[in-house]
């Protein structure tokens, strides 16, 4: 199956050895692509691991599983991608049917070899 983060790569070749615990992004686009396909998959548990724990108490994991799966997750696109920033826009289709674009410049931070995602602004 090709990767949901729209790499053009198979998952196992993409986000599945993140998701698996077998390697570590070693960019923040690459931490990003992986959680776009944690939610098209629903690896709840990935999204809060890969959540900076300075704002894991803002965010409930039952709301993270919900949201992910109430949504058909379509495109991703990578806008750009530099220091420990990433602006993207992710597509999904709601149940109702309604397509979305989720525009986001998202904040990293990497503690020892390991990045973690701290928040992200929408109206910039």
């Known amino acids: 199956m090709n990767c949901p983060c729209c790499s053009q790569k198979k998952y196992k070749d993409c986000c599945e ?5 077998k390697a570590l992004p070693l960019f923040p686009e690459e931490l990003m692509r992986s959680r776009y396909t944690a939610f098209a998959l629903h690896l709840v548990n990935y999204l809060v691991e890969t959540t900076h724990i300075s ?13 992910a799966k109430s949504n058909k997750w379509l495109k991703l ?4 991608a530099w220091d420990n920033f990433v602006h993207f826009k992710a597509f999904y289709q709601d149940s109702l049917g309604d397509v979305y674009e989720h525009e986001e410049l998202s904040t990293f931070k990497k503690e020892g ?3 973690f995602y701290v928040d992200g602004k929408f109206d910039f």
């Open 17 to 21: 050895p993140y998701h698996l615990n």
């Open 55 to 67: 704002q894991r108490p803002y965010h409930s994991k039952k709301e993270i599983e919900q949201w």
């Open 77 to 80: 696109d990578v806008v750009k």
């Open 113 to 115: 070899e390991k990045w």
